[in-house]
């Protein structure tokens, strides 16, 4: 079947959102593709027309998800990020959890190392690539690698225990929080790394 047709798009999507459902219900690890399947009212066959296993739909998942974050990321907010603004950065990076969290919570569930591995790629890794040329050539040093590995680390597992609490403290206390705890880090990081 064509992946551009129509008909083909919208049972992805329908697949995505049914493995969303399940996921959310059961849990990544409990979740098998006959419950997909169910949930999205298909067969089996159509499943694997899409997808090979759920080990790939997770991924076109998070690749929706990375996608999306990164068309909401303006130039205004790359200015911000390469000047080291660092409280816009922070609002902009907790405003895009927030609008997200209900994806994040799932795909939290599918798996703590791909959820640490997205966080850091979609907040970190792309905005830094973005705002340095020499990005990769700077954070080949172990210099670098430990004051990244920091940081990205830092901010993923906080924003665990931020979605895991969410209802617990108001967006505002989280960026408060974040600007508080990250100040020095972010600033050590781009004084030795980005210049």
Request: charged share 35%; net charge positive; proline share 1%.
């Amino acid at each position: 079947m064509n992946r551009d047709d129509l008909r083909f798009q919208k049972t992805e999507e329908n697949i995505k959102r049914a493995f969303m459902c399940c996921v959310d219900e059961k849990g990544f690890d409990k979740t098998r593709v006959a419950n997909i399947c169910k949930t999205a009212k298909i067969s089996r066959n159509t499943f694997y027309v899409h997808y090979e296993d759920k080990y790939e739909l997770m991924k076109a998942v998070y690749d929706d998800f990375e996608r999306e974050i990164a068309k909401q990321f303006t130039y205004s907010m790359q200015k911000d990020f390469f000047e080291m603004n660092l409280e816009s950065s922070i609002d902009w990076c907790i405003n895009a959890i927030s609008e997200n969290k209900n994806i994040l919570k799932i795909l939290l569930k599918c798996s703590k190392k791909e959820f640490s591995e997205i966080t850091k790629k979609i907040f970190f890794d792309k905005r830094f690539k973005e705002m340095t040329t020499n990005y990769k050539q700077k954070q080949n040093t172990v210099e670098a690698k430990l004051r990244e590995a920091y940081i990205s680390e830092a901010f993923s597992g906080f924003v665990e225990v931020w979605l895991n609490n969410y209802d617990k403290i108001s967006v505002a206390e989280v960026k408060k929080i974040l600007i508080d705890m990250c100040y020095a880090p972010v600033k050590s990081f781009s004084d030795n790394v980005l210049k």
